[in-house]
């Protein structure tokens, strides 16, 4: 079975903070996919990344960055030079590629001004 | 490309009605995935198609809720009677099957009173 776990249920810190959000994934699959979404007060889930398991290059987008490590099972999420804006509450998700996504709980942050 | 549309977006209805939730795929894409939101499950898969035959509805909560694909690029999830605990927002979701991305409506918040 798959499971996705953001032990992280809240974060707050102040606007320009860095700030890391955790995500530890199971699975017995060699071929799987890892995500990250973002779900903003206005209630949509934004797609931010996919990577797959045969890729454990980091990526950086802008502010963003993914640290994939499959020895840990862990792909966690940095934002840096946190803003106000990126206050939302983001979900860690897994799945095997065709197959329905399974996700985390969610770490909710919020950057203070 | 419109994305997945969900209608409505908001439905506040009495408790015994019927409801019926909708759902418009991405052309081109093959499967389709109804999730449910609430504050203490989180997301949770309900039921999930692939070139319009449900594959998965173990995640259905009981006998009152329905999902159908009439046709590659619609869906509805119906719930008859409906229950003061079925209020969550529903989202549907739509995926690629050669290119595994996942592309989620902006979901349909039920209240049921």
């Known amino acids: 079975a798959q499971k996705v776990t953001q032990a992280q249920t809240e974060i707050s810190v102040v606007e320009k903070e860095d700030v890391t959000l955790d995500c530890v994934y199971e699975?017995?699959?060699?071929?799987?996919?890892l995500f990250w979404y973002k779900q903003p007060p206005s209630g949509e889930l934004v797609f931010l990344i996919r990577?797959?398991?045969?890729?454990?290059q980091n990526e950086i987008s802008g502010r963003y960055s993914w640290n994939f490590q499959k020895s840990t099972s862990s792909f966690n999420f940095t934002i840096t030079a946190s803003q106000v804006v990126d206050s939302a509450v983001y979900f860690c998700a897994l799945s095997r590629g065709n197959t329905p996504l399974v996700f985390g709980k969610g770490t909710r942050l919020s950057v203070i001004a | 490309d419109a994305g997945v549309i969900q209608s409505p977006r908001h439905e506040v209805t009495e408790m015994g009605q019927e409801v019926t939730l909708r759902c418009k795929l991405i052309?081109?894409?093959?499967?389709l995935f109804w999730y449910r939101q609430t504050m203490m499950r989180g997301l949770e898969l309900l039921i999930y198609?692939?070139?319009?035959?449900?594959?998965?509805d173990s995640g259905m909560p009981e006998d009152r809720f329905s999902a159908k694909m009439p046709n590659a690029s619609f869906s509805t999830l119906k719930i008859q009677p409906s229950e003061p605990r079925d209020s969550a927002v529903y989202f549907c979701?739509?995926?690629?099957?050669?290119?595994?991305?996942?592309?989620f409506g902006s979901g349909t918040r039920l209240t049921v009173v």
């Open positions: 198609f692939n070139n319009n035959v449900p594959i998965d």
């Open positions: 052309s081109g894409h093959n499967s």
């Open positions: 699975t017995r699959d060699t071929t799987y996919y």
């Open positions: 990577r797959n398991s045969f890729d454990e």
């Open positions: 979701a739509s995926s690629d099957n050669n290119k595994y991305g996942y592309t």
